[in-house]
């Protein structure tokens, strides 16, 4: 496939690999921040091929798995109530809330529908105007413009019966927050390609000037991994922290104008409960007062639910990078994709997950 | 948009005038609607001397070992790019049959309607199967058919069972299998599914990606004929695709499988649209194709002959039954990573982002 296949080139793949095995000299921990390129380090196995110096920690960078278990209850609440369809994104189904997941509460009577775009789920409410049609808007920067435009448009043609539950999370806050975790080993960072494409460079770079930390810019195929990670262990050998763009085809230092005014347009900056990580201040969106009719936490007056995390699940250290999910008790033994102790383990992009279905049960059998 | 022709169209052979422009509850009481949809419907397209003894069942003689099967066909859209749910039926019990080596001769099928189903709709899908099984080679030999009230159906679900006498020189078990066998796909793997989801409310995406479903009896019998027992095993990947047949075979076979991503076969629209869904296509339904294990020395001979059939040009090997790792399934990435192929978990969902 035109612009995939040059970068899953296996030659060009070697290529990084032997120069990395020749620039490193010392042990190195860098952070991938997404979930999609957890994924396909795993998925490719390139985890395996890595000088052993390079250790790989996988971020909080998957929006399944850093949605609190109160927000999951709430979609779910609100889509038990009879005058309720809650659209979601596929994988938002499977996550265990505390008593229960969405498919489940669909097994149940819920009217619970997959949706593959937020406009969709405004479709549905014009043409079903008897109901109440809810988004259950998760993800980080890169879903937000999408969502807000969904809102826009329900309240250009009037459709009073759309609603979104938000639960957008921010990318750079999050950064802060392990950065600034006095247990933090970091020494570098890919940052989440799709975000920047979005979000444009800029709110890295007090970043990198404050904690002196190297951050790449980086795509999500074998190659751009390859390379952003070279370019990392290249900074880090030579003492320097900057700000640079493995993936400049796609990101643009200014990102998108028009997506960043969309989220603007509906958004305001609020305080996010991360699952597994806690509360962290201004490291999410909420829908603005000019938009409360389209919020459906006030349309529904959602009392704040207050639910205690698993504590069998170590998420919070598998998303902090301070441990492995091999690392973990309950890992492919009380916790597996069918029945996930944590949300890591339920999304594909999860690092649990990740590991449970390309690197198989235990770290021998390859 | 959808490629999709009719087989009412296509067969220039349009709907009988039938007392309704829809099924309702009358079609299922064995009353005269049930007699009349039965006999300018059902019995008149499906025509066969079995069949016509309008018997409680079928009377026929079967010698030496035989299979048996049965499967029921729910899919959400009933009409998809390349078929529906009536060829579906017909070929996936076919398949089954093949896949167990033998020669698929009768299937029963059983509708359950849905109250309010467009008669044209129930038309066209009994064309298909009339179609299918001529194809397939087989007769359509006793059947049953049920209306449920509407919103307790989904349009039409559909029961097929088979028969069919074992290929002579076929002996095809699980067991049969050794280290160093080849395992080889007969054609591009994903493509059913992904024509489906195509298609499905809200996902339509514009694509010329057809469905494969089509019976491969007649493709498994001349690798039967020529190779005999040298086909050691076979087996359809529908539900759950490729990679969870090969962990089937993994773990009750207690052997290892290697894979080589790069030698799977599929179609570049499918793969461009499995990317933009999330969705892995070892994982995605297949209709039209089989996995075939044969010993190493034979795995040229069994290419030559599939890719003589229509439906085998795409045939290849993809990997390798081994001693190592016994119960898994490890796929050679295309950068030579290597990772596990476990177990679908439920279903494949598609990703946020």
Redesign the interface.
């Known amino acids: 496939?035109k612009y995939?296949s040059e970068y899953?080139?296996?030659e060009i793949?070697?290529g990084y690999l032997q120069a990395l095995r020749k620039v490193v000299t010392r042990p190195w921990t860098i952070m991938e921040i997404c979930g999609?390129q957890t994924h396909s380090l795993?998925?490719?196995?390139?985890l395996?091929?890595l000088p052993p110096e390079i250790t790989m920690v996988h971020g909080p960078g998957c929006?399944?798995c850093v949605t609190p278990l109160s927000i999951i209850d709430e979609a779910i609440a609100l889509a038990e109530r009879s005058e309720v369809i809650l659209c979601s994104?596929?994988?938002?189904?499977?996550v265990p809330g505390s008593s229960r997941s969405l498919l489940e509460a669909k097994a149940r009577g819920a009217d619970v529908?997959?949706?593959?775009s937020p406009l969709?789920a405004v479709q549905l409410a014009a043409t079903n105007p008897d109901r109440e049609v809810i988004f259950f808007a998760?993800?980080?920067e890169?879903?937000a413009p999408a969502n807000a435009l969904s809102v826009v448009q329900a309240h250009k043609q009037n459709i009073s019966n759309y609603s979104i539950l938000a639960s957008h999370v921010l990318v750079p806050p999050a950064m802060e927050a392990i950065l600034s975790d006095p247990e933090n080993k970091i020494d570098a960072f890919l940052a989440a390609g799709?975000v920047c494409t979005i979000m444009g460079m800029d709110e890295y770079d007090p970043i990198v000037e404050k904690y002196k930390v190297p951050i790449v810019v980086t795509g999500f195929e074998?190659v751009d991994l390859l390379q952003g990670i070279y370019m990392a262990v290249m900074q880090l050998e030579k003492g320097v922290a900057k700000l640079e763009n493995q993936y400049a085809r796609v990101v643009h230092r200014d990102g998108n104008k028009l997506a960043r005014e969309a989220i603007g347009e509906v958004f305001d900056i609020s305080d996010r409960t991360w699952r597994g990580i806690g509360e962290i201040p201004k490291s999410g969106y909420e829908v603005k007062d000019d938009y409360r009719k389209f919020n459906a936490r006030l349309k529904f007056q959602l009392e704040k639910m207050v639910v205690k995390e698993n504590e069998d699940c170590i998420s919070g250290a598998i998303m902090k990078g301070l441990k492995k999910p091999f690392q973990c008790p309950n890992f492919g033994t009380k916790c597996?994709?069918?029945h996930p102790l944590g949300a890591p383990m339920v999304?594909?992009?999860g690092a649990c997950a990740a590991y449970?279905?390309?690197?198989?049960m235990k770290e021998e059998?390859? | 948009m959808s490629t999709e022709v009719r087989p009412s169209i296509a067969l220039n052979c349009p709907l009988p005038k039938l007392d309704f422009d829809v099924i309702t509850m009358g079609h299922g009481s064995g009353g005269l609607l049930t007699h009349r949809l039965l006999e300018s419907g059902v019995f008149n397209v499906l025509k066969n001397e079995l069949l016509d003894q309008q018997h409680d069942g079928a009377i026929f003689h079967l010698e030496g070992k035989t299979a048996f099967t049965t499967d029921s066909y729910v899919i959400s859209p009933l009409f998809f790019p390349g078929g529906n749910i009536g060829e579906l039926a017909v070929n996936g019990s076919v398949n089954d049959l093949a896949m167990c080596g033998a020669i698929p001769q009768y299937l029963s099928l059983s509708f359950i309607l849905e109250e309010g189903l467009p008669m044209t709709d129930f038309w066209d899908i009994l064309l298909s199967i009339r179609q299918a099984s001529e194809k397939a080679g087989v007769k359509i030999v006793t059947g049953d058919t049920k209306v449920v009230e509407k919103g307790k159906g989904d349009g039409v679900f559909i029961n097929t069972s088979g028969v069919g006498m074992i290929h002579p020189q076929a002996n095809v078990h699980v067991n049969n299998i050794q280290a160093g066998d080849q395992i080889i796909v007969s054609g591009y793997v994903a493509t059913h599914g992904v024509a489906v989801m195509s298609k499905r409310k809200g996902l339509e995406f514009e694509t010329s990606i057809q469905s494969d479903t089509r019976a491969v009896n007649h493709m498994v019998k001349e690798l039967l004929d020529q190779l005999g027992e040298d086909v050691r095993f076979l087996r359809d990947p529908t539900r759950g695709g490729v990679a969870t047949v090969l962990n089937e075979i993994a773990q009750q076979r207690k052997l290892g499988i290697t894979l080589k991503q790069t030698s799977i076969p599929i179609e570049e629209q499918v793969e461009g649209a499995c990317e933009l869904l999330g969705l892995d296509p070892i994982y995605v339904a297949n209709e039209g194709i089989f996995i075939a294990v044969v010993p190493a020395d034979k795995a040229d001979e069994a290419l030559r002959i599939l890719h003589l059939h229509e439906f085998g040009k795409q045939a290849a090997v993809i990997g390798e039954v081994v001693e190592d790792h016994p119960g898994k399934v490890v796929m050679l990435s295309r950068i030579s990573g290597k990772r596990v192929v476990s177990m679908l978990t439920g279903e494949q969902l598609p990703r946020i982002c």
Do not use: C, W
């Open positions: 496939m995939l899953r080139d296996e793949t070697q999609g795993v998925k490719n196995g390139i395996d091929m929006p399944v994104f596929g994988d938002m189904l499977r529908r997959i949706v593959y969709e998760v993800g980080f890169t879903t799709h074998p597996k994709p069918e999304s594909s992009e449970y279905q390309y690197a198989g059998v390859l």
